[in-house]
């Protein structure tokens, strides 16, 4: 079946860096990829669109200047937080599907803390 | 704006007891529902769907009903096995965006030998 690998699972950064997660569909070509992010007993919340080739359409309410998406192949998505607080700490979860009507598949997850 | 109500977890029982995980929906149009599973250090996966009223999704043993008159998609498995423990989130889309997917809180199930 279709697998996305998401890296890294955990990361601990300290604050003001930038951290960089990957997303890849493994065995399929993903034209579309999703970011979303999850606080703790909270509901999934669609970050970003990822188009391959083009720019990333943000959701309501996220910064593009703070959370740089990159879809530069059709198997690779990065999203890359820059300038981290610890209010970012949180799970960034990524899907990705191969046209418009085929199915989601979900990467396992990033676990985000920033000291 | 599109909403998802789940009922809020942990919900623990033991082998061969019977599921029942709630979930209703607010949104503008018709709706798909979803329901999905994340077992532990996996991502998520679709458990089932259904795509208009009265439609019944299943998979696994686990089935739910889109019920429109009650907005509801309430998950159910007659007989949970200790395999069955994972998160289980119900989630919607409407509007013509099939993946802009609107999701509830998730559900914690821990099934019990």
């Known amino acids: 079946g279709a697998v996305v690998s998401q890296h890294p699972s955990r990361v601990i950064c300290k604050s003001g860096t930038s951290v960089k997660i990957e997303c890849r569909s493994l065995?399929?070509?993903?034209?579309?990829m999703f970011w979303y992010r999850q606080f703790p007993k909270k509901s999934l919340m669609l970050m970003a669109t990822?188009?391959?080739?083009?720019?990333?359409?943000?959701e309501q309410g996220v910064e593009k200047d703070k959370f740089l998406i990159n879809h530069a192949s059709l198997t690779l998505s990065t999203l890359t937080v820059t300038s981290a607080h610890p209010e970012d700490s949180s799970f960034y979860i990524c899907?990705?599907?191969?046209?418009?009507?085929?199915?989601?598949?979900f990467g396992n997850g990033t676990r985000l803390t920033v000291t | 704006g599109n909403s998802v109500t789940q009922m809020e977890g942990p919900v623990t029982l033991s082998e061969e007891a019977f599921l029942t995980i709630n979930c209703t929906y607010t949104?503008?149009?018709?709706?798909?529902l979803f329901w999905y599973v994340q077992y532990p250090g996996e991502g998520l996966q679709l458990l089932l769907k259904?795509?208009?009223?009265?439609d019944k999704g299943s998979n696994k043993g686990f089935e739910a009903t889109y019920r429109k008159e009650t907005t509801s998609f309430h998950l159910e498995k007659g007989s949970v096995q200790v395999s069955d423990s994972a998160v289980y989130f119900c989630?919607?889309?409407?509007?013509?965006?099939?993946?802009?997917?609107?999701f509830g809180k998730g559900t914690l199930l821990t099934v019990n030998p």
């Open positions: 899907s990705a599907r191969t046209s418009d009507n085929s199915p989601l598949h």
């Open positions: 065995d399929f070509q993903a034209t579309t």
């Open positions: 990822s188009n391959e080739g083009s720019k990333a359409t943000y």
């Open positions: 949104a503008t149009g018709y709706p798909s």
């Open positions: 259904a795509t208009k009223a009265d």
């Open positions: 989630a919607l889309t409407s509007g013509g965006s099939n993946y802009k997917l609107t």
